[in-house]
């Protein structure tokens, strides 16, 4: 079955930084990668998705990039704030109408 | 949006007793929810897929016996833990994507329930 993997797992950077967050895939049937923001005690909330037939997606401060080929997919966060620390999950799957594997998490921490 | 809800949001039970956590979803119908269980500090592992009018499906190592999971309805789905031990204390959180009506498939995760087993 499918293995993500993720890395770092724990990331402190200063507030204005960006933050980079890797992760890496097994099954190249997976087609859907989302990336999930977690707050202590509460769901994962999804920020950003990206499908395979696409290579790069932006939102705002957040842009995520894929490489189908290398099974590599990366979160960048550009001009941290302090709410942006939390666990966050890359994760993929199938579609987005199926099951999610998730990655171990990485916990952003943003020193203001 | 939509949104997906979970009821109750904590739960203490003792030992042995078996304890019932609902997920719903609040302004779509959804034939499939997951459920994952979600330990301190560790990722989110999927335990099962609830289809609608039809049994669950487990991943490899979930007892099926021990969690109940029914999807009677296209807007409800319950896991239950049957006989209850403190390991099994943990977040548990659902997942339902939409479907019918919306132009692209989107997934939204309820906000969890805790559960302690004392």
């Known amino acids: 079955g499918e293995n993500v993997e993720q890395h770092p797992s724990t990331l402190s950077v200063q507030e204005g930084d960006s933050a980079v967050i890797k992760c890496t895939y097994s099954?190249?049937?997976?087609?859907?990668f989302p990336w999930y923001k977690q707050e202590l005690g509460k769901g994962p909330q999804l920020i950003i998705d990206?499908?395979?037939?696409?290579g790069e997606k932006k939102d705002q401060r957040i842009a995520v990039t894929l490489n189908k080929t290398a099974k590599h997919f990366s979160l960048h966060i550009t001009e941290t704030q302090p709410e942006d620390s939390a666990v966050y999950f890359c994760?993929?799957?199938?579609?987005?109408?199926?099951?999610?594997?998730f990655g171990p998490g990485t916990s952003l921490s943003v020193i203001p | 949006g939509a949104v997906v809800s979970q009821h109750p949001s904590r739960v203490i039970c003792k030992s042995g007793t078996s304890v019932k956590i609902e997920c719903r979803s609040l302004?779509?119908?959804?034939?499939?929810m997951f459920w994952y269980r979600q330990f301190p500090k560790q990722s989110l592992m999927l335990m099962a897929t609830?289809?609608?009018?039809?049994?669950?499906?487990?991943e490899q190592g979930v007892e099926k016996d021990k969690f109940l999971i029914n999807h009677a309805s296209l807007t409800l789905s319950t896991l239950t833990v049957t006989s209850a031990h403190p390991e099994d204390s943990s977040f548990y959180i659902c997942?339902?994507?939409?479907?019918?009506?919306?132009?692209?498939?989107?997934?939204?995760f309820g906000p969890g329930t805790r559960l302690t087993v004392t």
């Open positions: 997942s339902a994507p939409t479907s019918g009506g919306y132009k692209t498939y989107e997934q939204y």
């Open positions: 099954d190249s049937a997976s087609n859907y």
């Open positions: 990206i499908r395979s037939n696409v």
């Open positions: 994760a993929a799957s199938m579609a987005s109408y199926d099951k999610v594997i």
């Open positions: 302004d779509f119908q959804a034939t499939t």
């Open positions: 609830s289809n609608e009018g039809s049994k669950a499906t487990y």
